[in-house]
C-alpha cells in the first residue's frame, strides 16, 4: 500500500482510513487528515496526496481531536465506491475463489516501491506523524497480517516497525460467513463513546441508513417519514414493495397528500398492509418530527411485540425495550438526554435493535 497518505509540511499530521466493504466489494471509506492546530493557525494545510474526485462524497464535518496533549484539526469525510480497487491509494489486488477473497497489498511485488515507503514511513514516524487503516470485511477472517482484527474489522498501524518489516496488507476471509469471535453489544457504560459516524457507516453499507447531498445528518432531528423509511428497511420489504408497485389490479390509491415522490413506494405498501397510519385522513405527517418513543414502538413491531395486543403501551416503548434487553438503561439515559431525537441517535438504537435481534435469532 502507498504510504504517501498526506504531505505535512511540520510531519506533525494524523491520517486514518476506515473502510466498510459489501459482499460485491462496495462500500464506503471514511478518510480523516488532522494537523496540529499551532501550524494550521500559522497558515500550514495537510494536503492529501490522492484524488478521491472519483468516489461520491457522502459526508463531510470539520473536527478537532486531543493527541497526546496536542490539539489537532482537520476534516473528516466519507465517501462511497463501487468496486474497492476504485480507490487509488488502497493498492490492493483482489482475488476470489469459491466465496474465498484475498486482498493483498501491491508493494509486495515492487520491491524498489516497498523500500522507497518503508523510508517515508520511518521518517514520518520519527516526526510523530500517525497513519492508520481500518477495513471491515463481510465475512469471517481465515489469514491477515494485521495487528488488530475482531468480529470482521482489522487494524493496521501503517507506521508501525514490524508492518514496515514487511511492507504490505494483506488479509483473506470467507465471504458471508460469520466471524469466529462472537460478538459482544457496546458495554452499556461507554455509550457515551459512541462512534455514531462509524455506526451509521456500518447501516448504510447494510442498506438501511441513506445519505443525502449533506451526508447522514445525524445532529438533524428525526422526521417520521425517515423514521418509517428506515422501519420498512429493517423488516427487509424491498421485493414486496416492488411487487406492490407494480401489481395493478390491487387498486390502492394512498390518501396522503404531503407524501415526498421518493417515500411514496413504502408509504404507499406500509398504509396499504396495515402497518403505519397517518395523522388525518389525508396527512402522513412527513415532516412530523419522530420521538424516541415512536420509532421505539416501531422497533418493538418489528420484533414481534404489538402494542394494539397490549405487549406495551407506545409512549413507553423505550421503557419497553430496557425491559426486554434490546437496550439498558444507559442508552435509554443517553438518548433521551436531550427532548429532541436525531438521527443520529435513531442509529444506535438501530444498531442496537440489529444485534439484538440477531443474538435472538442464535438463541433459536
Known amino acids: 500500500m502507498a504510504l504517501g497518505l498526506m504531505f505535512v509540511l511540520t510531519g506533525c499530521g494524523v491520517t486514518e482510513f476506515y473502510i466498510v466493504l459489501n459482499d460485491d466489494l462496495s462500500g464506503t471509506i ?3 487528515d488532522l494537523i496540529d492546530s499551532q501550524y494550521a493557525e500559522e497558515g500550514v494545510e495537510s494536503r492529501e496526496a490522492s484524488d478521491y474526485s472519483q468516489l461520491k462524497l457522502i459526508s463531510e464535518e470539520n473536527i478537532q481531536r486531543e493527541e497526546n496533549g496536542v490539539t489537532m484539526v482537520g476534516a473528516k469525510k466519507v465517501y462511497e465506491f ?9 493498492e490492493f489486488t483482489v482475488k476470489e475463489e469459491n466465496g474465498i477473497v484475498e486482498l493483498t497489498g501491491i508493494d509486495a511485488n515492487d520491491p524498489e516501491k516497498a523500500q522507497q515507503e518503508k523510508q517515508m514511513s520511518a521518517m514520518l514516524r520519527g516526526s510523530g506523524y500517525k497513519a492508520s487503516l481500518s477495513v471491515k470485511v463481510p465475512g469471517k477472517i481465515l489469514e491477515t497480517n494485521a495487528k488488530e482484527h475482531k468480529d470482521g474489522e482489522l487494524y493496521w498501524d501503517l507506521l508501525d516497525e514490524s508492518f514496515l518489516a514487511d511492507g504490505r496488507l494483506w488479509v483473506k476471509y470467507e465471504k458471508g460467513a460469520s466471524a469466529v469471535v462472537k460478538e459482544e453489544p457496546i458495554p452499556s457504560d461507554q455509550v457515551k463513546e459512541y462512534d455514531i459516524e462509524k455506526l451509521a457507516l456500518e447501516l448504510h453499507a447494510a442498506g438501511i441508513l441513506k445519505g443525502s447531498d449533506k451526508g447522514f445528518e445525524l445532529e438533524k432531528e428525526l422526521t417520521r417519514v425517515e423514521g418509517t423509511l428506515v422501519y420498512a428497511r429493517l423488516l427487509g420489504l424491498e421485493e414486496e414493495i416492488a411487487v406492490f408497485v407494480n401489481d395493478t389490479t390491487i387498486g390502492y390509491a394512498m390518501p396522503f397528500k404531503d407524501v415526498p415522490n421518493w417515500a411514496k413506494n413504502e408509504i404507499s405498501y406500509l398504509n396499504y398492509k396495515g402497518l403505519v397510519k397517518g395523522v388525518a385522513p389525508d396527512m402522513f405527517g412527513s415532516e412530523d418530527k419522530m420521538s424516541d418513543q415512536q420509532f421505539a414502538t416501531l422497533l418493538l413491531r418489528a420484533s414481534g411485540y404489538s402494542d394494539t395486543k397490549g405487549d406495551f403501551v407506545w409512549n413507553q416503548a ?26 443520529g441517535e435513531m442509529a444506535i438504537l438501530v444498531y442496537k435493535f440489529r444485534f439484538y435481534n440477531k443474538c435472538l435469532d442464535e438463541k433459536l
Do not use: C
Request: no cysteine; proline share 5%.
Open 30 to 32: 471514511e478518510v480523516v
Open 82 to 90: 463501487e468496486s474497492f480497487p476504485q480507490i487509488q491509494n488502497i
Open 318 to 343: 423505550m421503557d419497553k425495550a430496557v425491559e426486554i434487553g434490546m437496550i439498558d438503561e444507559a442508552d435509554k439515559t443517553f438518548i433521551q438526554k436531550e427532548p429532541s431525537f436525531t438521527r
